[in-house]
């Protein structure tokens, strides 16, 4: 008989779908993420002890690693103390890894929701949107842990105020780009496995575990050290460094090149969720 | 507010056949361009109004689009060319508990169906009891569902709907899953809605639910309009229709005059009734008995 999952949605005039806006879906969003969080570490353990082992794991290892095995050394803090690798590289592996994740698990959180999209209307961008909401309240606790670190070794100053616009611009170039990755995935099955290969590439690309002044500036011809620089995930990861762990303002040239990529991210995802995210019901 | 809840014009849906619906890359480098298949038109140029209050009918065999264009009133799909303007709060029941998360406990995933139906959070704890109290899984519900039975599963899918209060209402015909008990009470709960005045599109293929509950109906065929009317009407032209396609059937593989009738026939012939007549008060022939006692007569042998 009838029942089961349905919706439910504002008044309209004009056709069978509602105009609203991400606002107005706010509340499912919300609890799509909650969903995420709840069912990821569902019947482990230690549960949410697991959002941070996993980094902490990757931390000692790249530490051990690059610091131990290859002498690595990190840049003096801000305040003028001996720098320390494990902390320089915790402020670059926190903006990594959220970036990292939410590609990984939005590409494909369109085809596992795929049975509800065919049942029920609601925009595709709502469960991308969740997904990403579910993985940046771990990044958010991993902030947290880093600020601590850094008071511990006495590292603060003014331009902590700037990490919310810092992060407000990051986490819309990211979703952004998450979105626009999961909606082409429904019609380009390949492009997972694609996207798989790069974000590995990218990685080692990015001055993440070591400082771009080692990247050679020329390398056969090839100008390197400009490619690393041409990154979008370069230009976030050191203006995070700069401004908390180096504690300095990133100059308006840096803040113009973020606001840049992220624009430019919310454009391509406007464009492909107009292009190919209406008919998502359809389409899984 | 006009008169009409839905107003369908021209309305039609084409999808693209293909047998690899989702071709890979290697086969788009190798092809060149992708092939989109054949067209098939799914709905084509239907045009109807539903009243508000009024319940819909939708019938036709099964491929004949009734889900598509319930799905095109629902928003799911976008028309591929016409206009379709609904005009109120839906709520569209397409299928039992397909937003259910099975690691997620029963209360957790009123939460999240809640959001889904287009709740929010202060919504669903004001309806939690309500819910609580028409699923009537008692304990069970601070457990992940997927330990549940099929029955506490429908059960809770339901006690979800039922705390909706929707101004239109769209129901895909999903096959009674539960036992008797839980069927008349999703029936009652739909005739109880029907008489508070909410408009109710229908896809059924019982046309004894369609005379029952629909005021006006569309027979759907090959995704056009074959009949729209009062529902009676299109339920005793649907039926015909079925009846002649048997008899049909029947002529072209049998041969024989009589297999319809025979087709029909109950029973171990023992005993045939051979003609039934209608009687009115004074035992005369009456076909037609309008709000007066009467007898049947039949005959046997």
Known sequence: MPCGVGLTYGRMSIAARPRSSIWAYRFLIQNFAQRDLKSRFKGTLLGWAWSLMVPLATLTTYSLVFSVFFHSTAPNFGNGRTGFFAVWLLVGLIPWNFFLITILISMPTLLANGTLLQKVYFPSYVPVLGAALAILVQTLIECCILAVVLLVFGNIGPTWLLFPVWLALFVVFVTALALSLAIVNIHVRDLAQMVNVALTLLFFLTPIIYQISLVPTVWHGIPFQELVRLSPITDFVTSLRQLAYDLQEPDLTAWLQLLAWTAGAVALAYFVYQRYGLDIGESV | ?301
């Open chain 2, 1 to 301: 507010m006009s008169s009409y809840a839905i107003r369908a014009e021209n309305l039609s849906k084409r999808f693209w056949l293909n047998a690899e619906r989702h071709t890979s890359l290697k086969a788009r480098v190798v092809r060149g361009k992708l092939p989109r298949g054949h067209e098939f038109w799914a709905l084509r140029d239907a045009s109807f109004e539903i009243e508000r209050g009024s319940t819909f009918g939708l019938v036709g065999q099964n491929g004949s689009g009734k889900s598509t264009t319930l799905k095109v009133l629902a928003g799911i799909y976008r028309p591929t060319s016409g206009s379709v303007v609904v005009d109120g709060r839906v709520s569209a029941l397409l299928e039992l508990g397909s937003g259910f998360h099975g690691d997620l406990t029963g209360r957790e995933n009123i939460r999240l169906n809640g959001a889904i139906l287009g709740l929010t959070g202060k919504q669903v704890d004001a309806a939690m009891d309500k819910i609580l109290d028409f699923a009537g899984i008692g304990e069970f519900i601070d457990l992940p569902v997927k330990i549940y039975s099929s029955g506490m599963f429908v059960r809770l899918a339901f006690a979800i709907a039922v705390s909706l209060d929707p101004e239109i209402l769209m129901v895909d015909e999903v096959i009674a899953v539960g036992d008797e008990e839980f069927q008349r009470k999703c029936f009652d709960h739909l005739f109880d809605l029907r008489k508070r005045g909410t408009t109710i599109v229908l896809v059924t293929h019982s046309l004894g639910l369609i005379r029952d509950m629909c005021d006006q109906a569309m027979w759907l065929e090959h995704g056009q309009i074959r009949k729209l009317g009062p529902a009676m009407e299109v339920a005793d032209s649907y039926l015909a229709d079925i009846n002649e396609r048997e008899v049909q059937a029947h002529q072209v593989s049998g041969g024989e005059e009589s297999a319809a009738n025979e087709s029909k026939r109950l029973g171990s012939g023992e005993v045939r009734i051979t003609s039934l007549e209608f009687l009115d008060g004074e035992g005369k022939p009456n076909p037609v008995l309008p709000g007066r006692y009467g007898r049947a007569r039949d005959r046997r042998r």
